[in-house]
Protein backbone atom coordinates (compact mmCIF):
# COMPACT_ATOMS: atom_id res chain seq x y z
CA UNK A 1 0.00 0.00 0.00
CA UNK A 2 1.74 3.05 -1.18
CA UNK A 3 1.76 5.86 1.79
CA UNK A 4 -0.65 9.15 1.20
CA UNK A 5 -0.13 12.47 1.77
CA UNK A 6 -3.00 14.05 0.57
CA UNK A 7 -5.85 12.15 0.12
CA UNK A 8 -5.07 10.59 3.67
CA UNK A 9 -8.23 11.72 4.74
CA UNK A 10 -10.05 11.92 1.76
CA UNK A 11 -12.82 9.84 3.03
CA UNK A 12 -13.44 11.02 6.58
CA UNK A 13 -16.57 12.70 6.60
CA UNK A 14 -17.01 16.37 6.77
CA UNK A 15 -13.09 17.01 6.15
CA UNK A 16 -14.36 19.75 3.95
CA UNK A 17 -15.34 21.35 6.70
CA UNK A 18 -12.69 23.29 8.80
CA UNK A 19 -13.26 21.41 12.55
CA UNK A 20 -12.92 17.84 11.10
CA UNK A 21 -9.51 19.41 8.93
CA UNK A 22 -8.18 20.52 12.28
CA UNK A 23 -9.08 17.11 14.03
CA UNK A 24 -7.47 15.66 11.19
CA UNK A 25 -4.01 17.77 11.84
CA UNK A 26 -4.97 20.32 9.68
CA UNK A 27 -3.19 23.92 9.92
CA UNK A 28 -0.68 22.47 11.90
CA UNK A 29 1.79 23.41 8.69
CA UNK A 30 0.56 26.77 9.30
CA UNK A 31 1.34 27.27 12.80
CA UNK A 32 4.78 25.28 12.09
CA UNK A 33 5.93 28.08 9.55
CA UNK A 34 4.35 31.47 10.65
CA UNK A 35 5.52 30.62 14.36
CA UNK A 36 9.12 28.86 14.04
CA UNK A 37 10.17 29.35 10.38
CA UNK A 38 11.56 32.65 8.51
CA UNK A 39 10.07 32.35 4.87
CA UNK A 40 13.20 31.55 3.80
CA UNK A 41 13.58 28.23 5.70
CA UNK A 42 10.39 27.80 4.01
CA UNK A 43 11.63 27.83 1.28
CA UNK A 44 14.36 26.17 1.90
CA UNK A 45 12.53 22.67 3.23
CA UNK A 46 10.56 22.71 -0.31
CA UNK A 47 13.92 22.97 -2.31
CA UNK A 48 14.98 19.95 -0.74
CA UNK A 49 11.96 18.00 -0.59
CA UNK A 50 12.97 17.86 -4.43
CA UNK A 51 8.97 18.85 -5.26
CA UNK A 52 8.47 19.41 -8.92
CA UNK A 53 5.51 21.13 -10.55
CA UNK A 54 2.66 18.97 -10.69
CA UNK A 55 0.88 20.92 -13.26
CA UNK A 56 2.80 19.69 -15.83
CA UNK A 57 6.05 20.58 -16.38
CA UNK A 58 7.44 19.63 -13.50
CA UNK A 59 9.84 22.16 -12.40
CA UNK A 60 11.69 22.35 -9.38
CA UNK A 61 8.96 23.97 -7.28
CA UNK A 62 11.61 25.71 -4.54
CA UNK A 63 14.01 26.92 -6.91
CA UNK A 64 11.40 28.77 -8.73
CA UNK A 65 10.11 30.37 -5.60
CA UNK A 66 14.09 31.27 -5.12
CA UNK A 67 13.62 33.23 -8.54
CA UNK A 68 11.23 35.76 -7.14
CA UNK A 69 12.18 39.36 -7.33
CA UNK A 70 12.18 41.46 -4.06
CA UNK A 71 12.34 45.03 -4.52
CA UNK A 72 11.79 47.03 -1.51
CA UNK A 73 8.14 48.30 -1.48
CA UNK A 74 6.88 46.21 -4.09
CA UNK A 75 3.80 43.87 -4.05
CA UNK A 76 4.43 40.21 -4.03
CA UNK A 77 2.02 37.69 -5.29
CA UNK A 78 0.91 34.27 -5.20
CA UNK A 79 -1.17 32.69 -7.63
CA UNK A 80 -2.76 29.31 -7.82
CA UNK A 81 -3.41 27.93 -11.39
CA UNK A 82 -6.89 25.90 -10.65
CA UNK A 83 -7.87 26.10 -14.68
CA UNK A 84 -7.22 22.84 -14.83
CA UNK A 85 -8.67 22.25 -18.74
CA UNK A 86 -6.29 19.67 -19.90
CA UNK A 87 -8.46 16.94 -21.70
CA UNK A 88 -7.83 13.73 -19.35
CA UNK A 89 -6.98 15.65 -15.79
CA UNK A 90 -9.36 15.95 -12.76
CA UNK A 91 -7.10 15.57 -10.00
CA UNK A 92 -7.09 19.12 -9.06
CA UNK A 93 -11.12 19.47 -9.67
CA UNK A 94 -11.21 16.38 -6.95
CA UNK A 95 -8.90 17.77 -3.96
CA UNK A 96 -10.70 21.70 -4.09
CA UNK A 97 -14.14 19.75 -4.35
CA UNK A 98 -13.35 17.02 -1.02
CA UNK A 99 -10.26 18.81 1.15
CA UNK A 100 -10.42 22.35 -0.12
CA UNK A 101 -8.59 23.64 3.21
CA UNK A 102 -5.52 21.23 1.93
CA UNK A 103 -5.24 23.68 -0.56
CA UNK A 104 -5.62 27.32 2.05
CA UNK A 105 -3.67 26.02 4.13
CA UNK A 106 -1.38 25.28 1.30
CA UNK A 107 -1.57 29.27 -0.27
CA UNK A 108 -1.14 30.32 3.42
CA UNK A 109 2.37 28.81 3.87
CA UNK A 110 3.37 29.20 0.24
CA UNK A 111 1.96 33.25 0.43
CA UNK A 112 4.11 33.45 3.52
CA UNK A 113 7.32 32.06 1.95
CA UNK A 114 7.00 34.59 -0.53
CA UNK A 115 5.83 37.44 1.08
CA UNK A 116 2.91 37.87 -0.90
CA UNK A 117 0.12 39.62 1.24
CA UNK A 118 -2.55 39.03 -1.49
CA UNK A 119 -3.00 36.07 -2.89
CA UNK A 120 -5.39 34.33 -5.58
CA UNK A 121 -6.89 31.17 -6.77
CA UNK A 122 -7.98 30.94 -10.23
CA UNK A 123 -10.51 28.43 -10.95
CA UNK A 124 -11.34 27.46 -14.46
CA UNK A 125 -15.27 29.39 -15.15
CA UNK A 126 -17.05 25.95 -15.41
CA UNK A 127 -16.12 24.75 -11.67
CA UNK A 128 -18.81 26.78 -10.26
CA UNK A 129 -19.68 24.19 -7.64
CA UNK A 130 -15.80 24.12 -6.77
CA UNK A 131 -15.32 27.92 -6.69
CA UNK A 132 -18.38 28.01 -4.22
CA UNK A 133 -16.67 25.65 -2.30
CA UNK A 134 -13.64 27.31 -2.07
CA UNK A 135 -15.18 30.58 -0.90
CA UNK A 136 -16.91 28.66 1.64
CA UNK A 137 -14.16 27.42 3.08
CA UNK A 138 -12.19 30.53 3.04
CA UNK A 139 -14.41 32.19 4.93
CA UNK A 140 -14.31 29.21 7.69
CA UNK A 141 -10.72 29.92 7.93
CA UNK A 142 -10.91 33.65 7.82
CA UNK A 143 -13.54 33.55 10.71
CA UNK A 144 -11.23 30.82 12.57
CA UNK A 145 -8.57 33.40 12.73
CA UNK A 146 -6.19 31.68 9.68
CA UNK A 147 -6.60 34.18 7.35
CA UNK A 148 -6.88 38.27 7.71
CA UNK A 149 -4.92 40.29 9.97
CA UNK A 150 -2.37 39.47 12.51
CA UNK A 151 -2.30 35.63 11.50
CA UNK A 152 -1.74 33.47 14.99
CA UNK A 153 -0.19 37.07 16.35
CA UNK A 154 2.62 36.95 14.51
CA UNK A 155 2.47 40.18 12.62
CA UNK A 156 1.52 38.15 8.99
CA UNK A 157 -1.15 39.80 7.12
CA UNK A 158 -2.88 37.58 4.23
CA UNK A 159 -6.13 38.05 2.19
CA UNK A 160 -6.90 35.35 0.21
CA UNK A 161 -9.36 35.45 -2.98
CA UNK A 162 -10.69 33.23 -5.40
CA UNK A 163 -11.65 34.35 -9.16
CA UNK A 164 -12.95 32.69 -11.57
CA UNK A 165 -11.62 32.16 -15.10
CA UNK A 166 -13.55 32.29 -18.73
CA UNK A 167 -13.55 28.58 -19.42
CA UNK A 168 -10.63 29.09 -21.82
CA UNK A 169 -8.05 26.49 -22.29
CA UNK A 170 -5.02 29.35 -22.91
CA UNK A 171 -5.17 30.72 -19.29
CA UNK A 172 -3.85 27.68 -17.83
CA UNK A 173 -0.46 29.08 -18.87
CA UNK A 174 0.29 31.23 -16.58
CA UNK A 175 1.27 34.62 -18.55
CA UNK A 176 -2.25 34.34 -20.29
CA UNK A 177 -3.45 33.64 -16.64
CA UNK A 178 -2.32 36.61 -15.17
CA UNK A 179 -3.73 38.68 -18.22
CA UNK A 180 -7.22 37.09 -17.41
CA UNK A 181 -7.12 37.93 -13.87
CA UNK A 182 -5.89 41.89 -14.58
CA UNK A 183 -9.11 41.75 -16.96
CA UNK A 184 -7.83 41.62 -20.45
CA UNK A 185 -8.05 39.13 -22.73
CA UNK A 186 -6.21 35.83 -22.07
CA UNK A 187 -3.32 36.06 -24.49
CA UNK A 188 0.35 34.57 -23.42
CA UNK A 189 2.85 37.37 -22.85
CA UNK A 190 6.24 37.34 -24.61
CA UNK A 191 8.87 36.24 -22.43
CA UNK A 192 11.20 37.20 -20.62
CA UNK A 193 10.36 39.18 -18.31
CA UNK A 194 9.17 35.95 -16.35
CA UNK A 195 6.57 36.59 -14.36
CA UNK A 196 9.03 36.26 -11.43
CA UNK A 197 9.96 39.58 -12.55
CA UNK A 198 7.20 40.73 -13.89
CA UNK A 199 3.91 39.22 -12.86
CA UNK A 200 0.44 40.13 -12.03
CA UNK A 201 0.13 43.84 -12.21
CA UNK A 202 3.90 43.86 -13.54
CA UNK A 203 5.14 42.91 -9.81
CA UNK A 204 7.28 39.79 -8.55
CA UNK A 205 4.79 37.10 -9.11
CA UNK A 206 5.03 32.94 -8.72
CA UNK A 207 2.15 31.10 -10.08
CA UNK A 208 1.66 27.31 -9.40
CA UNK A 209 -0.75 24.32 -9.41
CA UNK A 210 -3.63 23.30 -7.20
CA UNK A 211 -1.22 19.85 -6.59
CA UNK A 212 1.64 21.47 -5.87
CA UNK A 213 0.31 24.50 -3.53
CA UNK A 214 -1.21 21.37 -1.55
CA UNK A 215 1.85 19.19 -1.28
CA UNK A 216 3.70 22.25 0.52
CA UNK A 217 1.20 20.74 3.53
CA UNK A 218 3.07 17.54 4.32
CA UNK A 219 6.55 18.90 3.11
CA UNK A 220 6.66 21.52 5.84
CA UNK A 221 4.41 19.14 8.80
CA UNK A 222 7.08 16.61 8.23
CA UNK A 223 10.41 18.00 7.11
CA UNK A 224 11.53 18.01 3.41
CA UNK A 225 14.48 15.33 3.69
CA UNK A 226 11.64 13.09 4.28
CA UNK A 227 9.41 13.69 1.60
CA UNK A 228 12.25 13.31 -0.51
CA UNK A 229 12.54 9.88 0.71
CA UNK A 230 9.45 9.17 -1.18
CA UNK A 231 9.65 8.47 -4.78
CA UNK A 232 12.38 7.78 -6.81
CA UNK A 233 15.65 9.90 -8.08
CA UNK A 234 14.82 13.29 -9.06
CA UNK A 235 10.67 12.35 -9.04
CA UNK A 236 10.40 12.54 -5.18
CA UNK A 237 7.04 12.40 -3.42
CA UNK A 238 3.67 11.27 -4.33
CA UNK A 239 1.79 12.26 -7.26
CA UNK A 240 -2.00 12.30 -8.16
CA UNK A 241 -3.29 11.09 -10.93
CA UNK A 242 -6.43 10.81 -13.44
CA UNK A 243 -7.11 7.73 -13.97
CA UNK A 244 -10.05 7.34 -17.30
CA UNK A 245 -10.81 5.62 -20.44
CA UNK A 246 -11.44 2.13 -20.36
CA UNK A 247 -10.54 1.09 -16.87
CA UNK A 248 -12.43 -1.10 -14.60
CA UNK A 249 -11.69 1.33 -11.88
CA UNK A 250 -11.18 5.22 -13.42
CA UNK A 251 -10.46 7.87 -10.88
CA UNK A 252 -7.87 9.73 -8.74
CA UNK A 253 -5.33 8.15 -6.99
CA UNK A 254 -2.03 8.90 -5.21
CA UNK A 255 0.45 7.16 -5.96
CA UNK A 256 4.05 7.37 -4.75
CA UNK A 257 6.37 8.23 -7.63
CA UNK A 258 8.51 5.09 -9.33
CA UNK A 259 5.35 3.19 -8.84
CA UNK A 260 5.17 0.16 -12.20
CA UNK A 261 3.46 1.57 -15.20
CA UNK A 262 2.51 -2.15 -15.64
CA UNK A 263 1.03 -2.29 -11.83
CA UNK A 264 -0.57 1.02 -11.73
CA UNK A 265 -2.85 -0.30 -14.48
CA UNK A 266 -3.56 -3.87 -13.54
CA UNK A 267 -3.41 -3.93 -10.23
CA UNK A 268 -6.45 -4.39 -7.37
CA UNK A 269 -5.56 -1.24 -5.73
CA UNK A 270 -5.22 1.20 -8.30
CA UNK A 271 -7.37 1.19 -12.02
CA UNK A 272 -7.84 -3.16 -11.87
CA UNK A 273 -7.15 -3.34 -15.21
CA UNK A 274 -8.36 -2.81 -19.00
CA UNK A 275 -12.61 -2.96 -18.89
CA UNK A 276 -14.21 -5.85 -20.35
CA UNK A 277 -11.77 -8.56 -20.25
CA UNK A 278 -10.13 -6.39 -23.14
CA UNK A 279 -6.62 -5.71 -24.19
CA UNK A 280 -4.55 -2.46 -23.74
CA UNK A 281 -4.05 -0.63 -26.93
CA UNK A 282 -2.65 2.32 -26.41
CA UNK A 283 -2.26 5.65 -23.48
CA UNK A 284 -2.05 9.05 -22.83
CA UNK A 285 -0.21 9.76 -20.01
CA UNK A 286 -0.02 12.79 -18.94
CA UNK A 287 -3.44 14.48 -20.44
CA UNK A 288 -3.73 15.08 -23.78
CA UNK A 289 -0.89 16.98 -24.96
CA UNK A 290 1.88 14.67 -24.51
CA UNK A 291 2.59 11.88 -26.90
CA UNK A 292 0.63 8.55 -27.02
CA UNK A 293 2.37 5.57 -26.66
CA UNK A 294 1.54 2.50 -28.32
CA UNK A 295 0.79 -0.73 -25.28
CA UNK A 296 4.29 -2.24 -25.53
CA UNK A 297 5.87 1.53 -25.20
CA UNK A 298 3.94 2.26 -22.73
CA UNK A 299 4.67 -1.01 -20.07
CA UNK A 300 8.53 -1.40 -21.06
CA UNK A 301 11.03 0.68 -22.52
CA UNK A 302 12.03 -0.30 -26.20
CA UNK A 303 14.91 -2.42 -24.40
CA UNK A 304 12.32 -4.22 -22.71
CA UNK A 305 13.12 -3.18 -19.06
CA UNK A 306 9.58 -1.71 -17.02
CA UNK A 307 8.56 1.30 -17.32
CA UNK A 308 7.73 3.72 -14.18
CA UNK A 309 5.31 6.45 -13.45
CA UNK A 310 8.16 8.94 -12.94
CA UNK A 311 9.00 11.93 -14.64
CA UNK A 312 12.09 10.24 -16.28
CA UNK A 313 10.74 6.75 -16.59
CA UNK A 314 8.04 8.42 -18.86
CA UNK A 315 10.32 10.24 -20.87
CA UNK A 316 12.79 7.46 -21.45
CA UNK A 317 13.60 7.36 -24.95
CA UNK A 318 12.32 11.00 -25.70
CA UNK A 319 9.25 11.24 -28.35
CA UNK A 320 10.85 8.68 -30.40
CA UNK A 321 9.80 5.86 -27.57
CA UNK A 322 8.71 7.79 -24.61
CA UNK A 323 6.41 10.54 -23.27
CA UNK A 324 5.47 12.83 -20.31
CA UNK A 325 4.24 12.91 -16.95
CA UNK A 326 2.66 15.91 -17.64
CA UNK A 327 -0.25 16.74 -15.63
CA UNK A 328 -1.12 12.86 -14.55
CA UNK A 329 -4.18 12.92 -16.82
CA UNK A 330 -3.94 9.09 -17.32
CA UNK A 331 -6.14 7.68 -20.38
CA UNK A 332 -6.18 4.08 -21.84
CA UNK A 333 -7.37 2.80 -24.57
CA UNK A 334 -8.22 -1.12 -25.40
CA UNK A 335 -8.35 -2.67 -28.46
CA UNK A 336 -11.61 -1.39 -30.01
CA UNK A 337 -10.55 2.16 -30.03
CA UNK A 338 -9.89 4.15 -32.83
CA UNK A 339 -6.33 6.11 -33.05
CA UNK A 340 -7.41 8.46 -35.91
CA UNK A 341 -10.72 9.31 -34.38
CA UNK A 342 -8.95 10.13 -31.01
CA UNK A 343 -6.12 12.28 -32.66
CA UNK A 344 -8.66 14.11 -34.66
CA UNK A 345 -10.92 15.14 -31.50
CA UNK A 346 -7.94 16.29 -29.55
CA UNK A 347 -7.10 18.04 -32.23
CA UNK A 348 -10.29 19.60 -32.71
CA UNK A 349 -9.70 20.51 -29.30
CA UNK A 350 -6.72 22.70 -29.48
CA UNK A 351 -7.83 24.68 -32.64
CA UNK A 352 -10.94 25.43 -30.76
CA UNK A 353 -8.77 26.90 -27.87
CA UNK A 354 -6.00 28.47 -30.12
CA UNK A 355 -5.63 32.28 -28.60
CA UNK A 356 -4.98 33.06 -32.24
CA UNK A 357 -1.86 34.72 -30.90
CA UNK A 358 0.40 33.15 -33.33
CA UNK A 359 0.07 31.94 -36.75
CA UNK A 360 1.88 28.95 -36.63
CA UNK A 361 -0.75 27.68 -33.88
CA UNK A 362 -3.63 29.70 -35.37
CA UNK A 363 -3.70 28.08 -38.97
CA UNK A 364 -1.68 25.26 -37.98
CA UNK A 365 -4.95 23.71 -35.70
CA UNK A 366 -7.03 23.93 -38.10
CA UNK A 367 -5.30 23.00 -41.08
CA UNK A 368 -4.48 19.62 -38.68
CA UNK A 369 -8.58 19.25 -37.82
CA UNK A 370 -9.19 19.47 -41.59
CA UNK A 371 -6.82 16.81 -42.22
CA UNK A 372 -7.60 14.64 -39.75
CA UNK A 373 -11.30 14.96 -40.45
CA UNK A 374 -10.71 14.02 -43.79
CA UNK A 375 -9.10 11.11 -43.05
CA UNK A 376 -11.49 9.71 -40.63
CA UNK A 377 -14.34 10.63 -42.80
CA UNK A 378 -13.00 8.36 -45.18
CA UNK A 379 -11.45 11.13 -47.37
CA UNK A 380 -8.06 11.01 -47.18
CA UNK A 381 -5.19 10.16 -49.12
CA UNK A 382 -1.60 9.00 -48.45
CA UNK A 383 -0.65 12.61 -49.02
CA UNK A 384 -2.29 13.65 -46.14
CA UNK A 385 -0.59 12.02 -44.03
CA UNK A 386 2.41 13.33 -44.91
CA UNK A 387 0.79 16.95 -44.94
CA UNK A 388 -0.07 16.49 -41.54
CA UNK A 389 3.45 15.77 -40.31
CA UNK A 390 4.69 18.51 -42.00
CA UNK A 391 2.21 20.75 -39.99
CA UNK A 392 2.96 19.50 -37.03
CA UNK A 393 6.37 19.78 -37.34
CA UNK A 394 6.07 23.48 -38.16
CA UNK A 395 4.15 24.59 -35.52
CA UNK A 396 6.33 22.86 -32.88
CA UNK A 397 8.91 25.62 -30.73
CA UNK A 398 7.15 28.42 -33.16
CA UNK A 399 4.72 29.66 -30.72
CA UNK A 400 4.84 32.31 -27.85
CA UNK A 401 3.41 29.61 -25.42
CA UNK A 402 3.44 25.47 -25.18
CA UNK A 403 -0.22 25.24 -26.46
CA UNK A 404 1.13 24.81 -30.27
CA UNK A 405 3.61 21.95 -29.24
CA UNK A 406 0.43 20.70 -27.02
CA UNK A 407 -1.41 20.20 -30.61
CA UNK A 408 1.39 18.87 -32.58
CA UNK A 409 3.19 16.28 -30.16
CA UNK A 410 -0.07 14.35 -30.14
CA UNK A 411 -0.16 14.15 -33.82
CA UNK A 412 3.14 13.85 -34.03
CA UNK A 413 2.99 10.13 -31.84
CA UNK A 414 -0.25 9.21 -33.73
CA UNK A 415 1.84 9.13 -36.49
CA UNK A 416 4.60 8.21 -35.53
CA UNK A 417 3.25 4.66 -33.91
CA UNK A 418 -0.10 3.86 -35.74
CA UNK A 419 1.03 5.12 -39.32
CA UNK A 420 -0.73 1.93 -40.72
CA UNK A 421 -3.81 2.65 -38.82
CA UNK A 422 -3.71 6.43 -41.20
CA UNK A 423 -3.21 4.11 -44.04
CA UNK A 424 -5.86 1.97 -43.49
CA UNK A 425 -8.55 4.66 -43.19
CA UNK A 426 -7.44 6.01 -46.48
CA UNK A 427 -7.22 2.41 -48.20
CA UNK A 428 -10.46 0.70 -46.75
CA UNK A 429 -12.49 4.17 -46.91
CA UNK A 430 -15.89 2.10 -46.62
CA UNK A 431 -14.79 -0.85 -44.28
CA UNK A 432 -12.99 2.10 -41.79
CA UNK A 433 -16.98 3.85 -41.41
CA UNK A 434 -17.83 0.77 -40.35
CA UNK A 435 -15.29 -1.20 -38.30
CA UNK A 436 -12.18 -0.28 -35.97
CA UNK A 437 -8.51 -1.29 -36.91
CA UNK A 438 -8.11 -3.12 -33.85
CA UNK A 439 -4.84 -4.25 -32.12
CA UNK A 440 -2.37 -5.02 -35.63
CA UNK A 441 0.75 -4.52 -33.98
CA UNK A 442 0.53 -2.58 -31.11
CA UNK A 443 -0.46 -4.41 -27.98
CA UNK A 444 2.22 -7.37 -27.22
CA UNK A 445 4.90 -5.80 -25.54
CA UNK A 446 8.47 -5.72 -27.34
CA UNK A 447 7.27 -7.50 -30.43
CA UNK A 448 7.26 -4.84 -32.78
CA UNK A 449 10.08 -2.25 -32.96
CA UNK A 450 8.43 0.98 -32.94
CA UNK A 451 8.46 3.33 -36.18
CA UNK A 452 11.45 6.20 -35.39
CA UNK A 453 10.88 8.90 -37.67
CA UNK A 454 12.92 11.47 -36.15
CA UNK A 455 11.72 15.30 -36.32
Same mark, same amino acid.
Not at 169 to 186: D, N, P, V
Not at 224 to 242: F, M, V
Not at 260 to 279: H, L, M, T
Not at 347 to 367: K, L
Given at each position: ????????????????????????? !???????????????????????????????????? !????????????????????????????????????????????????????????????????????????? /????????????????????????????????????????????????????????????????????????????????????????????????????????????????????????????????????????????????????????????????????????????????????????????????????????????????????????????????????????????????? /?? !??????????????????????????????????????????????????????????????????????????????
Amino acid at each position: MSRKLLLEHINVPGINTLEVYRQKG !GYRAVEKALKTLTPEEVVEEVKKSGLRGRGGAGFPT !GMKWSFLAKPEGVARYLVCNADESEPGTFKDRYLMTYIPHALIEGMIVSSFALGAKVSYIYVRGEMMPQIRIL /EKAIAEAKAAGWLGKNILGTGYDLELYVQPGGGAYICGEETALLESLEGKRGNPRIKPPFPAIAGLYGCPTVVNNVESIAAVVPIINDGGDEYAKIGIGRSTGTKLISASGNLVKPGVYEIELGLPVEEFIYSDEYCGGIANGKRLKATVAGGSSVPILPANLTLKYANGEPRLMSYESLAEGGFATGTMLGSGGFIAFDEDQCIVRNTWNFSRFYHHESCGQCSPCREGTGWMEKILHKI /EH !GHGTMDDVDLLWDVQRKIEGNTICPLGDAAAWPVASAIRHFRDEFEWHIKEPVKSQNQNYGLANYANPIEKAPVTEEK
